[in-house]
């Protein structure tokens, strides 16, 4: 039996040297120490001994059950100990290792341009109003004093969705819309996209972007638009800008005028922007036709406004000196980046 209990210590010290791992190590304990271990077998078995040697391997089985109980406490508390260093290690962080760089989104040009016009308009008291892409020929050409023969309606190539409802070719409609549901003093600007059948190339797209203005109040008059006009084009362009007003003809408001700036790109000296000539064209303008407002259920004889409107790709173009309005619509990441 002595043989046997010196066996089994060997053969679990010998075993316990190469245990790394905690589970192991339970079941070896178990093996050997639980109520069916080994060791404890032995101990069950000493009943057949004869009273002298039963102290003696009694003692034995003993003392090979308390030094194996404390070797497998060390060996668990290395185990535990290697476990919290290699957590440790796993989780350590580098504080001079360079961060990673996160790449944040930016505004659209187009969209950077609209939010300073916003910002400028709605700075002097004007209210923003909307209306849909989806328009009534009435809003976006009858109302406008533009009716069903009227030239001016071969200038604006026209989606039709059904010989009554187009797409805006223009976001002057708004203005009828807000007229027929607000009540002067109106002050707004309309900003949106509108359609017009035309081929895409440098300056042309079927898809673009307008910015509409409207006053109406009691003596509104040309001074009023010249010196909003005056004010949009210092806010948008700088302060030196001058514009000058040209005569023109819209049908929708009397007298019409088309608006220059100074060129932003020579101050006025002619460049490769304005073509030699020193000012750029910006918007369309003048004074509300009596018509229109007659037709909105406002008294011409009572109030007076003015009105203007401006295409976003063409004064983003400017602003940034873009050369090709496809730019702004193939979204290249590469061309984005750099606004
Ligand atoms: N609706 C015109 C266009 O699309 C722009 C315009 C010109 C708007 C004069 C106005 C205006 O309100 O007064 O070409």
């Known amino acids: 039996m002595k043989e046997q209990l010196e066996a089994i210590r060997k053969q679990a010290f010998d075993k316990l040297e190469e245990i790394n791992d905690i589970r192991e190590l339970d079941e070896l304990k178990v093996h050997y120490l639980g109520k069916k271990g080994e060791l404890t077998q032995i101990l069950k078995g000493m009943g057949s001994l004869s009273p002298e040697e039963r102290p003696i391997v009694g003692q034995l089985a003993n003392d090979i059950r308390t030094a194996l109980e404390e070797r497998i406490a060390e060996v ?3 185990l535990i100990k290697a476990l919290r260093d290699e957590k440790l290690k796993s989780e350590t962080l580098d504080v001079t290792m360079p961060g990673r760089i996160r790449h944040l989104g930016k505004k ?45 309606r071969d200038t604006q190539d026209t989606f039709y969705i059904s010989e009554n409802v187009v797409l805006r070719t223009h976001t002057s409609p708004v203005q009828i819309r807000h007229m027929k549901s607000h009540k002067p003093p109106i002050r707004i600007i309309c900003p949106g996209r509108v359609y017009r059948s035309d081929a895409v190339d440098a300056t042309h797209s079927p898809v673009f972007h307008q910015v509409e203005g409207l006053v109406v109040d009691k003596g509104v008059t040309m001074g009023d638009l010249v010196g909003t006009l005056q004010a949009f084009a210092r806010g948008i362009f700088g302060e030196n800008t001058k514009i000058r007003l040209r005569p023109h003809h819209f049908p929708f408001t009397e007298p019409s005028a088309e ?52 295409g976003i790709e063409r004064i983003t173009m400017g602003k940034y000196g873009i050369d090709d309005m496809r730019l702004l619509f193939e979204n290249d990441i590469r061309f984005l980046k750099q606004f």
């Open 76 to 78: 668990k508390e290395r």
């Open 108 to 152: 659209h040009p187009l969209t950077a341009v609209l939010d300073e016009i916003k910002d400028i308009f709605l700075g002097m008291g004007y209210e923003i109003a909307e209306g849909p892409e989806v328009e009534l020929d009435y809003n976006n050409f009858e109302a406008l004093n533009i009716p069903k023969n009227h030239p001016a």
């Open 259 to 310: 608006v220059d700036v100074s060129c932003w790109g020579c101050n006025g000296s002619g460049c490769r922007i304005c073509k030699g000539e020193g000012w750029v064209e910006i918007l369309g303008a003048g004074m509300v036709h009596p018509n229109v407002l007659r037709e909105c259920g406002i008294d011409p004889e009572v109030y007076s406004g003015f009105a203007f409107g401006m």
